[in-house]
């Protein structure tokens, strides 16, 4: 097959039945009038690679890429995925079907985002699956899917008076707060956090609570807050971590869900996504990362083995 570089379209265009041999067969490139296929560049390398194609233009595989592909990493995550069997249709992204799913028979399940272990990642756009090339030449892939955190916990039955000790906030009458777990146990009765106490205040369960208030992040009140609204139950999730580790329901010990507000572009570092991750997947926990705006939107993140 006879394939060309076009330097301002930056596709690769191969003719000679090519659309038998790799589009109706394999799913490469996009096909042409003519029986010919246009390929990316990192398509055209995969395929220099694995002998598919001769050449392009007279270059071989390393002449080609140094010419032509400028994103290695995402060549890197291509070669993965098509070597675990899946579709790609690499555009200008890269959208993965199911495996054994012909493009042309099926629609892609989302985008891959490709990104290398120094760089930062953006939670608010969608992702169906992140794929992190690191400095080993190894693929970590991550899933993204939203989630909505919903309990079964009651809410104070009455205002308290809230006493402060030594830089604590004190609440003497304790079995007010026990059912919805707030505060930590304390010989005169239960210590409330500064998020906690701030919420309560919020929520008009603190007799004049207005001072309260001050000096409490902001985005973290509104992501205590809402977990709250749901009836779940955020307590902290320091020894984790995360900000919060969440209960979903009365009946179990074993909060389900360490949630951590984001800054507001909502982006981390790739390398703080991983750790949060697996500190989550040691403990039988899934990391929940918090999108907070006018409403707050929960994205949970786990490793993926596709």
């Known amino acids: ?106 629609s892609a399940v989302g985008r891959v985002v490709v990104a290398r272990e120094g760089d930062d ?66 010989e005169e009765g239960r210590v409330l956090s500064d998020v906690e106490t701030a919420y309560l205040a919020d929520s008009g369960f603190v007799d004049d609570g207005s001072r309260y208030t001050d000096g409490v992040d902001d985005r973290r009140l509104a992501v205590y807050t809402d977990l709250r609204d749901r009836g779940t139950c955020p307590r902290t999730g320091f020894k984790f971590g995360s900000d919060f580790r969440v209960y979903e329901t009365t009946d179990d010990d074993h909060a389900g869900f360490l949630v951590s507000p984001l800054n507001p572009n909502g982006s981390l570092p790739v390398v703080e996504l991983s750790r949060a991750v697996r500190l989550a997947h040691g403990v039988r926990k899934t990391a929940v990362f918090a999108l907070v705006d006018d409403t707050v939107e929960y994205v949970a993140v786990e490793r993926e083995r596709p």
């Open 1 to 106: 097959m006879e394939a060309t570089y076009d330097e301002d379209d930056r596709r690769v265009r191969v003719t000679d039945d090519a659309r038998q041999q790799l589009y109706d067969a394999s799913g490469y490139g996009e096909p042409l009038d003519g029986n010919a296929v246009s390929l990316s560049t990192v398509e055209a390398a995969y395929l220099l690679s694995e002998g598919k194609l001769g050449d392009v233009d007279g270059d071989g595989y390393t002449d080609f890429v140094r010419r032509a592909v400028d994103d290695f990493a995402v060549l890197r995550v291509y070669t993965d995925l098509r070597d675990r069997g899946y579709y790609i249709d690499h555009g200008e992204e890269l959208r993965l079907y199911r495996r054994g799913e012909h493009p042309a028979n099926a």
């Open 121 to 186: 990642v953006s939670l608010s756009t969608r992702i169906h699956l992140l794929a992190v090339a690191d400095d080993d030449g190894d693929v970590t892939y991550f899933d993204f899917a939203r989630v909505e955190p919903d309990g079964d916990f009651p809410e104070p039955s009455r205002t308290v008076r809230v006493e402060e000790r030594g830089g604590e906030s004190l609440v003497t009458d304790a079995s007010v707060l026990e059912p919805p777990r707030y505060g930590a146990s304390a």
